[in-house]
């Protein structure tokens, strides 16, 4: 066998010298062209590239793990891959069309002499394996204005391809991948090309041979991702209309809108999620067991934990619920029964769909691009209302790794005054609840308000990366107080390390008590629900029901915390019905349960 060849611990990525004076010499009318093809995320990459630097020791373990035969990363317990949905996501081709084997590809010597259009020229660019990437990029420098926008872009796009995503171990691009982006041109998805050549990358070198490959997407590949998508909520929110935003912020939203987008620690994150003991929906600390409280949500989130029970009639087909409160451009094309929709159709419907905010763009420059783009059409207010709560509720409340939405989501909007009476914190922390057992034990992903999760930690061990902002103490709720800030040192740090340091936090440094001081009439979501915080409930959250054993932490009440073992209750639970054959609701089946959260659950004693 042979030995796969040695990474550096970490080394700056390789440059190209006529990378950076490629980008600056697009011109005015290359723009639209590079919006149309969306290459815009790998302008910013080839940017910025000579600032890039590659984790050569997790490349080197990942390609030490790959399989040939299955294209997988096989690790103890389970295996992975880059998968073609990422790679779209990553790339910023969603809003492509699909796909289509059946389309014709260009010849390279078609597409060259189309760009250059000298003989002399195109013999000195190419060689017998492909074009030299270095030639064709001066000669674009030096005639990107005479030759006109689309021309440009083309070799732009030729240029960017070999450095990006069919690179080499040389300083070329192979002919047989020149054809292939003339599939970019005419609107489709180059991924599956991407995603071939870095399966076949990988295995050369896995066998020994030399680095090439689009490595860049395995920047991260084996750590646990958030399913949140964060940012466009929020600045999709503020580009509404101020009475859109009136109505969406009196539905319980207002609060959780309201703060700013932060970088998700993962390290920190997938060392807590590991420590999640189903049997007691408890995170098992050195110092004893530690649970998300309804007081924890109310505080840090702002959403509301009092309020009705989100358990509604679910159908076995939505297709009529869909056409009255979205829209009838919803199910175009699609057969009955309909069970889910496209989570990417929520944003393609208001012209935002595949917006994502780039590396270095920030987030008050993502949000004047989300103003820009927003189309709201002649929708009436109630529809965009509901398009944008829907995507909020599947995107970030309640993110899962699926790029559906089931449509009962949708049911809870037709009455928007009705939706504004929700106990959606107590919603929020169920569903997180019930995803985290699949987190902590295979997925690489975890679903479910994750940054709630993770400024939870930092309230009670407060060893991550996240700082209280000078001049925040008043806001509200209290996440908006916290700060991240992506300093490279700490981000490449390794899960193995927060696990370490999680076993040797001091048990007398622990915070059980982190709101004393605060006053609810600051906090109106804790006011409200301020009844709920010491009794013991069932949290409902559609077909799913999830035990909150507050006896477990009295001690966050301040309260002496006696030794006990996990109560048994007796009591329903983890009634998870996806789809029903017929309609069927799932309160009248479990009214026990329902009429037990109304009754304001049991008092914990003391």
């Not at 195109?122 to 270095?134: P, Y």
């Not at 559906?404 to 922390?429: E, H, P």
């Not at 966050?556 to 029903?580: D, K, M």
Request: aromatic share 10%; charged share 20%.
């Amino acid at each position: 066998m042979q030995e796969i060849p040695a990474f550096p611990s970490q080394g700056q990525v390789r440059a190209f010298s006529w990378l950076v004076n490629l980008v600056n010499a697009i011109t005015l009318d290359m723009r639209s062209f590079v919006e149309m093809w969306h290459l815009n995320f790998i302008v910013v990459l080839a940017k910025n590239m000579k600032d890039m630097w590659w984790g050569f020791d997790a490349l080197g373990a990942l390609v030490e793990r790959w399989h040939p035969h299955t294209h997988t990363f096989v690790f103890q317990g389970f295996e992975a891959s880059v998968l073609l949905e990422e790679v779209e996501l990553f790339l910023g081709w969603q809003r492509c069309l699909e796909y289509d084997v059946a389309t014709p590809l260009l010849s390279w010597e078609e597409i060259l002499a189309d760009i250059v259009r000298d003989k002399k020229e195109v013999l000195r660019m190419t060689n017998k394996n492909g074009i030299f990437l270095d030639r064709l990029a001066w000669w674009l420098i030096q005639h990107a204005r005479e030759i006109g926008g689309e021309r440009a872009t083309r070799g732009l796009t030729l240029c960017l391809a070999g450095v990006f995503l069919f690179p080499t171990s040389g300083d070329f691009i192979l002919y047989e991948h020149v054809g292939v982006l003339s599939l970019l041109w005419r609107g489709q998805s180059l991924a599956p090309a991407v995603l071939a050549h870095l399966y076949s990358s990988l295995t050369t070198m896995s066998q020994g041979g030399r680095t090439c490959g689009s490595l860049f997407l395995l920047q991260g590949k084996g750590r646990m991702r958030s399913r949140v998508t964060w940012d466009l909520c929020w600045a999709w929110y503020r580009a509404l209309p101020e009475v859109q935003q009136t109505r969406i912020a009196r539905m319980g939203f207002g609060h959780i809108l309201s703060v700013r987008p932060f970088h998700v620690d993962v390290p920190y994150l997938e060392a807590l999620r590991e420590r999640w003991e189903e049997d007691c929906k408890a995170f098992i600390m050195p110092w004893g067991h530690m649970i998300p409280t309804l007081k924890d949500v109310a505080y840090l989130t702002g959403l509301p934990v009092q309020g009705e029970p989100v358990v509604r009639l679910e159908r076995r087909d939505y297709y009529d619920d869909i056409v009255e409160l979205l829209g009838p451009e919803f199910v175009a094309g699609r057969r009955r029964p309909i069970r889910s929709i496209l989570l990417g159709s929520l944003s393609e419907a208001v012209g935002l769909r595949g917006r994502r905010r780039g590396p270095l763009e920030s987030l008050d420059e993502f949000c004047t691009g989300v103003r820009g783009a927003l189309d709201l059409g002649d929708r009436s207010e109630e529809r965009s209302i509901r398009i944008f709560v829907s995507y909020l509720l599947e995107r970030l409340l309640f993110a899962t790794q699926s790029s559906q939405m089931n449509c009962k989501f949708v049911l809870l909007l037709s009455d928007l005054a009705q939706a504004g009476r929700y106990a959606w914190g107590t919603v929020m922390l169920g569903h997180l609840f019930s995803l985290l057992p699949s987190s902590s034990q295979r997925s690489q992903s975890t679903g479910g308000f994750t940054p709630f999760l993770q400024i939870l930690g930092y309230t009670r061990f407060p060893m991550g990366r996240g700082t209280l902002v000078e001049g925040r103490q008043t806001m509200v709720p209290l996440m908006t107080r916290w700060e991240m800030a992506p300093d490279p040192k700490v981000t490449d740090r390794r899960v193995g390390d927060v696990r370490v340091a999680l076993d040797h936090y001091p048990h007398e440094q622990v915070v059980w008590t982190p709101y004393a001081g605060e006053a609810d009439a600051s906090h109106p979501a804790v006011a409200a629900g301020r009844p709920l915080f010491d009794r013991h409930l069932l949290l409902l959250c559609l077909g799913t029901c999830e035990v909150l054993y507050l006896e477990l932490v009295v001690r966050t009440l301040g309260w002496h915390q006696p030794a006990i073992e996990v109560p048994s209750l007796g009591r329903e639970g983890h009634s998870r019905r996806r789809f029903f054959a017929e309609d069927r609701d799932w309160g009248a089946d479990h009214g026990n349960t329902v009429a037990y959260w109304r009754e304001g659950g049991e008092q914990v004693v003391q």
